[in-house]
């Protein structure tokens, strides 16, 4: 039987709000292993950690505003070079696999 996956999720949709639950919660994620965001019905950053996952509704990709600013921030929080950060917080969709 697959182990349930621990979901931390904002629900505010505020690029503040995200970034405040990501610094809060962070931890609770373990090794992080991928970052995600993509135009759609999702729309908003995923992170996959070894212990939950974490669904930030403010933080978002695909053009140059405050929620995909929030994006590159989160990135770069996590190891993300600056550069890379912002050319991925622009991109409609991205994956963002982090080495064990």
């Known amino acids: 039987m697959a182990e349930k996956v ?3 999720k904002d629900e ?3 690029t503040r709000e995200s970034l405040d639950f990501f ?3 962070r931890g609770k994620l373990g090794h992080v292993k991928s ?3 993509n135009k759609g019905p999702l729309g908003h950053l995923l992170i ?3 212990n939950a ?3 930030l509704t403010g933080a978002t990709c695909g053009y140059s505003g405050e929620g995909p600013r929030g994006t590159a921030s989160i ?3 996590l190891g993300v ?3 890379d950060a912002v050319r991925l917080m622009q991109e409609a969709a991205f994956e963002v696999l982090f080495e064990c």
């Open 6 to 8: 621990r979901v931390l």
């Open 53 to 55: 996952e974490m669904e």
């Open 81 to 83: 070079p600056a550069e």
């Open 12 to 14: 505010s949709h505020t």
């Open 75 to 77: 990135l770069e929080e």
């Open 23 to 25: 610094l809060l919660n």
């Open 35 to 37: 970052a995600r965001c």
């Open 48 to 50: 996959k950690g070894k």
